[in-house]
C-alpha cells in the first residue's frame, strides 16, 4: 500500500477500499490503494441479489414445499392387508396334531381398498397446485421488494459518493481561503478576529468530508449485506453517477400496467381461484369413501372367499361446517383481491407524483439556482480577498453556495429514488 504524502496533522478514515486523510487545519488529500477486484452497476447489483440474497432463497422453499404438498396432494389411498388366526388351542397342546390344518382353528386373509368418491384427489390435488401458484406470487413478490431496497441503497452509495467529492473539493477551495487570510493577517490586511472566524468555519467544511465518509462506508456496507457476503468482495465499488434522465410517463397507463403485472396483485387474483379450489375440496370430502374388502377364510377342510362392502352413512356430518367456511372465505379472497387492487392504483398515483413533484424540483436548480449560487460565491469572494466585502458576506454566500450543492445532489438522488420507486410499484423495470 503506498501512500502519496504523509500529513502529520491528520486523522485516517478508510471506506471502500480508499484511505482518506482528513486534515486538522491542512489541506486534505486521499490516497487510493490498488483499484477494487469487483465493480458493479445496478443491474448488476439486482441481478445478484436475486441470486445471492439469503433471505430470498429462504422465502423461494416455500415454493419448493408446496410443490411437495402437491406430491402429498396427488397420493391413493394404500390399501390394507388384514391376517387373522383364531381358536388356536395354544391351552391344550394335545390337540395340535398333524392333521391341525384341518381342525377348528380358523384362517382369514384379507385386503380392502378405500375408493374415493366425489372426486376427491382431483380437487386435493388442484386446491394445492392453486395453493402453490399462490406461493410463486407472493415469492415474486419478495424479489420486487428486494430489487426495491438494492436500488435504493445503490443510490445512497451514489449520493454518498457525489457528496464526499464535492465536500473534498470544498474543504480544498476552502483551505485555500483560509492560508491566504492567514497571509493577509501576517501582513495587517485582516484582523485576528476575522482570522478566527474564518479557521472555525473550516471545523464544517471537515465535518461535512466527515459525515460523507461515514454515509459511504454504511451505504457499501448495507448493500453488501443485500448482496450477500459471500457474493461480493469487502472492497468492491459501484458503477455509476447522479445524473438526470427526464421521462415522460403517464400515470393511467402506469397504472394499468400495474395491474397486469404486479405480484402481489396477480397473487391475490390466484388467491380467490385458490379459495375456490377449497370449496371445490371440501364439498368432495362431504361425500363418503367407500371401502371394499376381499376376504379369504379357512375353517376345518373349508376354504372360502368374502367382498365387504362399507361406507358411512352421512347423517350428522356431512362436512357442512367446512363447506360453509370455505364458501365464505372466497368472499374474503374477493375482498382482499378488490383491496389489493385499491392499494396499487394508490401505490402508483403516490409515485408518480413523487416522480413529477422530484423531476420539477431538479428542473428548478438546473434553471439557473445552481449557478447563482456558484456565481454569488465567486463574487462574494473575489471581492471580500480585495477588502470590497464584509467577512459576514463572504461566509454566508459560501454557506449558501455549499448548502445549495448538497441540496441538488439530494434532490439527484430522490428523483432517481422516485424512478426506481416507480418500477418498483409497477412491478417492472421497463417503464416505457
Known sequence: MQILQKWPCSRLWVAAGAIFFIAQGCPTVAAQ?????????????????????????????????????????????????????????????????????????????????????????????????????????????????????????????????????????????????????????????????????????????????SQSQLSLVQAYASLRALEGYDALPAGYDVVGELAYEPLKLNREDLQLKALQLRPDYIGAQQGVTAAQSQYSLQKANGKRDLTATFDYTHVSASNDAGLTLSIEIPVFDKNQGEIARTNYAIGQAQETKTAAGETVMTDVANAYEAFKTGDQVVQLYLSGYLKQAQDSRDISEYAYKRGAASLLDFLDAERSYRSTQLAYRQALATYMLAIEQLREVVGTRKLQ
Open 33 to 209: 490503494q490498488s483499484p477494487p477486484s469487483v465493480r458493479i452497476d445496478l443491474d448488476q447489483a439486482i441481478q445478484m441479489a436475486v441470486a445471492h440474497n439469503h433471505s430470498l432463497k429462504a422465502a423461494r422453499t416455500q415454493i419448493q414445499q408446496s410443490e411437495a404438498e402437491e406430491i402429498t396432494a396427488g397420493l391413493r389411498p394404500n390399501p390394507v392387508f388384514t391376517y387373522d388366526d383364531l381358536y388356536v388351542p395354544i391351552f391344550t397342546p394335545s390337540q395340535f396334531t398333524s392333521n391341525f390344518i384341518n381342525s377348528t382353528t380358523e384362517f382369514d386373509l384379507g385386503i380392502s381398498y378405500t375408493i374415493e368418491r366425489g372426486h376427491t384427489r382431483q380437487a386435493r390435488l388442484r386446491a394445492a397446485k392453486d395453493q402453490t401458484a399462490v406461493t410463486r406470487s407472493q415469492v415474486s413478490d419478495t424479489e420486487r421488494a428486494l430489487t426495491f431496497n438494492v436500488a435504493q441503497q445503490f443510490m445512497g452509495i451514489l449520493l454518498a459518493k457525489s457528496t464526499l467529492q464535492f465536500a473534498n473539493q470544498d474543504l480544498a477551495s476552502y483551505q485555500q481561503t483560509v492560508n491566504l487570510s492567514s497571509e493577509q493577517y501576517q501582513a495587517g490586511a485582516i484582523s485576528e478576529g476575522d482570522l478566527l472566524k474564518i479557521k472555525l468555519q473550516l471545523l464544517q467544511f471537515q465535518m461535512d468530508v
